[in-house]
């Protein structure tokens, strides 16, 4: 991401906000469930501050009975998985564009690894001055 000059917050400050926020929510969380995901993201976007923010969380492609054990497969686990064609992550592109006052508003994106979890997610914080 490049630096933003017109942030309300320190960008340092932003990412503990974001990072803290990620880390609490998903404490408890093994693994990848769909139908906590509207749980997560609410939980990620009521915080009590004042700003528009998008929460994403994607799935790894990874079996879920995979997830937290050793990363060492045995030879036969790794011929299964090639048959499969399966790969750590899914791919995922995101854009989000504005047209505002580049002096006092600005968006900013983070992206916390949930690599353990089966799971990532991105935020995109966006302000305005009013």
């Not at 997560?40 to 009590?48: A, D, F, L, M, S």
């Not at 989000?96 to 995109?124: A, I, Q, R, Y």
């Amino acid at each position: 991401m490049a630096a933003q000059t017109n942030s309300p917050i320190a960008l340092k400050r932003l990412e503990q906000i974001a990072a803290d926020v990620c880390n609490s929510v998903f404490e408890s969380v093994e693994f990848y469930e769909h139908p906590k995901t509207a749980q997560w993201n609410e939980t990620i976007i009521v915080q009590g501050y004042k700003f528009a923010i998008n929460s994403t969380i994607v799935q790894h492609v990874v079996p879920t009975s995979q997830l937290n054990k050793p990363a060492s497969p045995s030879a036969e686990e790794s011929a299964a998985a090639a048959k499969k064609g399966q790969s750590g992550r899914r791919g995922m592109h995101s854009a989000t564009g504005g047209f505002w006052n580049e002096k006092t508003d600005g968006m900013w994106s983070f992206k916390w690894d949930g690599e353990g979890k089966g799971l990532d997610v991105v935020l995109m914080l966006i302000w305005i001055a009013v």
